[in-house]
């Protein structure tokens, strides 16, 4: 499965679980919402019912006052109870219209309701008509009295359905908080789980390979060659890094190889003269701190012009290779030996202690070239002159001890007995220079 299509597949499912969430929280939301507008719905109806309890009694006591005083003053409550007490048992009627055993009791109590004002106004207007002994008569006979009772005993029975209505709702809504702190719980518990797994999607698809591949620019920008030590998946991340892989050994190749061909002979493979000064400068220079002495062998083919000129060119290369081939056996692994040019070579020997250490190496060289070597089907021998200047005796210095060398090897092919030389002051005096 591509990293497309499961990154696809990822935030679908995201979005879903995301919508899917909103959409769930709403709608408990909501249900919440409107359990707790049942509960204040409850409460209204209890203080309403509250209202008009003590609206009848206020109406009741103001009758009684007027009975009693036939104050008009208190006539005011007397009307304004009665008032507040039809009003309040409206609001009550349209509070209850969906519980109809509530409604029942009201038009219970609206009877009773009915009844106590027919007693109170009928008191009250006998005694506005002097006729008060009547309305006392009538007060005396408590039927205001039984009214007021009954309505007292309604109210307590619809109260009580009402508490214990109150008491239902706030259960309700009470389940309805714990369903929604559960379904945080649980979202909570979900979204950290999709959150670890979003991010081991990204950290193995995007991050890791991002990584290796940041630490791989890194390296190879540091001229470091690359080793392919992980196994890619086969996806696109994957396919990019392999490819980054392959492209940066092509490159790293091509650097390795533009690096020694400017550091190398080409036909030889031996080093050339770019990295010759630099390396006896730095053999001379480490002298100074471990001691000891390097040799400086100068090296050139005998009558090589002779051997282009009767076999040609061709054999000439295989000549030069073979004589580089001979050299290189013939040294230490400390040493080094370059091609300066055409048919001449220059060896480094390192790690002296005494001058006949040179001369061993010098022997081993020699003795390599005493066989003919067989080259394109003919036996030819190769003959070699060479001269030697050593550091510090001879000089401390680069080019003098290139040219001491130089020197050496050119007294060496002037003397037919002797295939080398070691450099002396007097090979100046007389005169010898190079070419």
Do not use: C
Not at 66 to 82: F, K, Q, R
Not at 113 to 123: A, G, P
Not at 191 to 211: A, C, H, K, Q, V
């Amino acid at each position: 499965m591509s990293i497309r299509l499961k990154l696809s597949l990822l935030l679908g499912f995201l979005f879903l679980a995301a919508i899917f969430n909103s959409l769930f929280s709403f709608q408990l939301e909501s249900y919440g919402e409107e359990k707790l507008k049942w509960v204040l719905h409850t409460h209204e109806v209890l203080n309403e019912t509250q209202i008009l309890s003590g609206a009848m009694k206020d109406a009741e006591t103001g009758q009684r006052g007027y009975l009693l005083t036939t104050n008009s003053v208190y006539l005011e409550p007397y009307h304004n109870g009665v008032l507040t007490a039809k009003e309040s048992f409206v609001k009550l009627k349209a509070l209850t219209s969906d519980n109809p055993s509530q409604q029942h009791s009201l038009n219970s109590i609206e009877k009773q309701m009915r009844l106590k004002f027919q007693e109170m106004e009928e008191t009250v207007e006998l005694v506005q008509g002097d006729n008060k002994d009547k309305a006392v008569q009538i007060v005396i006979e408590n039927r205001g009295k039984q009214y007021m009772d009954n309505i007292r005993s309604l109210f307590s029975s619809f109260i009580n359905a009402e508490t214990v209505l109150l008491e239902q709702r706030k259960g309700d809504f009470r389940e309805s908080r714990a369903q929604i702190t559960t379904l945080v719980a649980v979202e909570i518990v979900l979204f950290i789980g999709l959150y670890i797994m979003t991010i081991t999607f990204l950290r193995r698809s995007f991050f890791t390979p991002l990584e290796l591949l940041l630490a791989s620019v890194k390296k190879l920008e540091g001229g470091h060659k690359l080793d392919v030590s992980d196994v890619v998946k086969n996806d696109e991340m994957g396919h990019l890094l392999s490819t980054f892989f392959v492209m940066s050994e092509k490159v790293y190749q091509r650097e390795e190889d533009l690096g020694f061909k400017a550091h190398h002979d080409e036909l030889t493979r031996l080093k050339n003269r770019l990295t010759m000064s630099e390396e006896i400068e730095g053999a001379i220079g480490g002298l100074q701190e471990v001691g000891g002495m390097i040799a400086i062998l100068f090296i050139d083919l005998d009558q090589f012009k002779q051997i282009n000129d009767v076999y040609g060119h061709d054999i000439g290369d295989l000549v030069i290779k073979e004589t580089a081939y001979r050299l290189k056996y013939a040294v230490r692994d400390s040493d080094t030996v370059f091609r300066v040019g055409g048919d001449e070579f220059l060896v480094i020997i390192r790690d002296i202690k005494k001058i006949v250490d040179v001369e061993n190496v010098v022997n081993n060289i020699i003795s390599e070239f005493e066989q003919a070597a067989n080259i394109g089907g003919e036996e030819l021998d190769i003959s070699i002159s060479i001269g030697v200047a050593v550091s510090p005796a001879d000089s401390i210095d680069r080019k003098e001890i290139i040219k001491f060398a130089d020197v050496a090897m050119y007294a060496a092919k002037l003397d037919e007995g002797s295939s080398y030389k070691m450099f002396d002051r007097g090979m100046l005096r007389r005169g010898i220079e190079t070419e």
